[in-house]
């Protein structure tokens, strides 16, 4: 136990590390790769909160990435001067009154039905935004300019793309390290227990729904935090980040990475974003031909995923 | 105030689409009665059977070879699916073939994207005449539609209750290990009723292809669609999701009368959260004691 858990911080301190130096050796294309990986990978992480631990597959993540974004979008073009911590609280606010909405009905469900209920979800929030023009921009969505970076106190800075992946690391990180104390929490415990067996965990005295819905809020969070990052990164807010093609994307990164493991789904994350590019270069629109055939295959005989392996360490 | 001749078209627009939703979603409840698979990619057959129906069209120009075509070449492709990715799932939690199923319908849909492009694809109606109803043309082939939809699905009733091989199909549904003793070889049965269901997929595909385009997204509206006719009929309750097909786009038909029709999926998506907060078995299914 206790070598297992040295290993695992030498390990993530490594991993760390090396994701530092990442930008200031890599040439631009994949510094934004690399950048890009840990956004989609907090979403990942997000959802195997759902996924993995409580054994709730949702295919509703697009909608709290997306109002993520939309928020951010909100507070950089309405609010006053556009800054970075108005934005992110902005974004944050979006997703999380979305993902209480949510919560609140999909969590009186269960299996299949909880990932059709969030499906169902995303998919009102989609032709919400989709419609409603005047607000949202409707199909071209909302572009703004990068709010620069600051800390208050400290004074203010561009973002330039080093501190960008900086910047995204450090909020990838402590999502990660939050999350990581969420599952290992008396309060993850129990939703592991949900997962192994839901009966049983009301039976001992568990307000099962209730645990549930906190669930899928925190996971709404941060997948919303994921979108905040992603509108930074990207300057603009699009309704097709709230079809469900994201939620789906979420879903396969879990899979391919392996479920319960938070690291692993961004491993996933890693996974995928390569596979695409690797593909995307043989035939550029169809893609995810050959990964779709990938990601079924590791259904069937890779259900623990990439690193599914390691599961038992990563959770030391 | 809407004049009542328009409700009664927008009516009749509903009966029919219903009955095109109907075929589909009675596939997706049969797949999912008899092996619990939600079949994901269910709406990606249809479409797919549609496309097949546009290819056999344009070579032979004739409707109802391409409607045969559709549901041959689906029921095959349905099957091979069935024994490459869902037999070994067996068994397995139910969630795994939602994941396994999310994959074939990305790679379908995919596939038709890269084979017939981005341009929907029309197939001619066989049956070009209209009659007046009030003052406008109502074209005689959607109610063709709704009629061949209803011959199918009786078909497949009386198959179901009379059929030897229906009587099989629902010995598994009740009891899968009892009907494997019995001596009825249940992997195979799967592997029909799959078949069974992408066929319907694509015979409604076809139908359906004549009124608007074909296009490689049409799959995934159609997949949301049966969903949610499922879970308000009751999930596994054939007659239920018939009636809640129709239900739900006579619903959808009358909300666009006051909103855009993208607008009036939502009016389902309600009708489907209220359904399960309130009586999460399904509307159309009797109360359980």
Redesign the interface.
């Known amino acids: 136990m206790r070598t297992q858990r040295t290993g695992y911080w030498v390990g993530f301190v490594v991993v760390l590390g090396l994701l530092t130096v990442a930008p200031l050796v890599l040439p631009e294309f994949w510094r934004r790769f690399v950048t890009e990986i840990l956004i989609w990978g907090l979403l990942a992480m997000s959802s195997d909160l759902l996924i993995g631990y409580t054994g709730m597959v949702s295919f509703g993540h697009s909608a709290f990435f997306g109002l993520g974004m939309y928020g951010t979008a909100a507070a950089l073009l309405a609010l006053g001067p556009p800054s970075l911590w108005l934005a992110l609280s902005s974004g944050l606010v979006s997703a999380a009154v979305v993902a209480a909405f949510v919560a609140y009905f999909a969590t009186r469900l269960r299996d299949i039905y909880f990932a059709i209920t969030t499906l169902v979800f995303s998919q009102i929030f989609y032709v919400i935004i989709f419609t409603w023009t005047d607000m949202t921009g409707g199909e071209n969505g909302l572009t703004f300019s990068q709010p620069p970076f600051s800390i208050p106190g400290l004074g203010s800075g561009r973002f330039t793309p080093v501190t960008l992946h900086w910047f995204v690391l450090g909020v990838v990180t402590l999502s990660y390290l939050g999350l990581r104390r969420i599952t290992q929490s008396p309060f993850g415990m129990v939703l592991q227990s949900i997962r192994e067996n839901e009966a049983r965990t009301r039976a001992i005295g568990y307000h099962v729904e209730r645990y549930k819905i906190v669930a899928v809020m925190l996971s709404g969070l941060f997948a919303g935090l994921a979108g905040v990052l992603y509108a930074i990164q990207n300057k603009f807010a699009a309704p097709d980040f709230v079809l469900f093609l994201v939620s789906g994307e979420a879903v396969i990164f879990n899979v391919m990475g392996g479920m319960g493991t938070l690291v692993g789904p961004v491993a996933g994350a890693a996974f995928f974003l390569l596979l695409r590019e690797a593909f995307s270069r043989f035939f550029p629109e169809y893609y995810l031909i050959p990964v779709g055939v990938i990601f079924t295959l590791m259904v069937v005989f890779l259900p623990q995923g990439l690193l599914g392996f390691l599961r038992r360490r990563l959770n030391a | 105030m809407i004049p009542f001749e328009q409700l009664l078209v927008q009516a009749i627009n509903g009966i029919v689409t219903g009955m095109i939703l109907a075929l589909v979603a009675s596939g997706l409840t049969l797949i999912f009665g008899i092996m619990d698979v939600?079949n994901f990619a269910h709406g990606d057959l249809f479409m797919l059977g549609a496309y097949v129906g546009t290819t056999v069209f344009v070579t032979t120009g004739n409707f109802w070879l391409a409607l045969l075509g559709a549901c041959v070449t689906m029921a095959a492709l349905g099957a091979a699916l069935q024994i490459t990715?869902l037999r070994?799932?067996l068994g397995?939690d139910?969630?795994?073939t939602?994941?396994?199923t999310?994959?074939?319908?990305?790679?379908l849909?995919?596939?038709a994207?890269?084979q017939y492009g981005p341009v929907p694809r029309k197939i001619m109606e066989p049956l070009t005449g209209h009659f007046q109803l009030f003052h406008i043309e109502y074209p005689w082939y959607r109610l063709l539609i709704a009629m061949l939809s209803a011959v199918i699905i009786g078909g497949l009733w009386l198959f179901m209750k009379y059929g030897t091989y229906g009587i099989w199909i629902r010995a598994t549904t009740q009891d899968r290990l009892m009907a494997s003793a019995m001596g009825i070889p249940v992997p195979r049965v799967h592997t029909g009723v799959f078949a069974i269901g992408a066929a319907m997929a694509a015979a409604s595909g076809v139908l359906f292809a004549p009124l608007v385009g074909v296009n490689h997204a049409m799959g995934?509206d159609f997949t949301?669609r049966a969903?949610?006719v499922v879970?308000v009929g009751g999930m596994g309750n054939l007659g239920g999701s018939i009636l809640a097909s129709i239900f739900l786009s006579l619903l959808e038909a009358f909300a666009s009368l006051w909103v855009?029709p993208?607008?009036a999926?939502?009016v389902s998506?309600i009708v489907?959260?209220l359904t399960?907060?309130f009586r999460?078995t399904g509307l159309f299914v009797p109360t359980p004691k």
Do not use: D, H
């Not at chain 2, 999310?102 to 790679?107: A, D, R, T």
């Open positions: 939600v990715t070994p799932l397995r139910p969630l795994t939602i994941l396994a999310f994959g074939i319908s990305l790679v849909q995919n596939y994207l890269w995934f949301l969903f949610v879970v855009s993208a607008q999926v939502i998506f489907l959260i399960l907060l999460p």
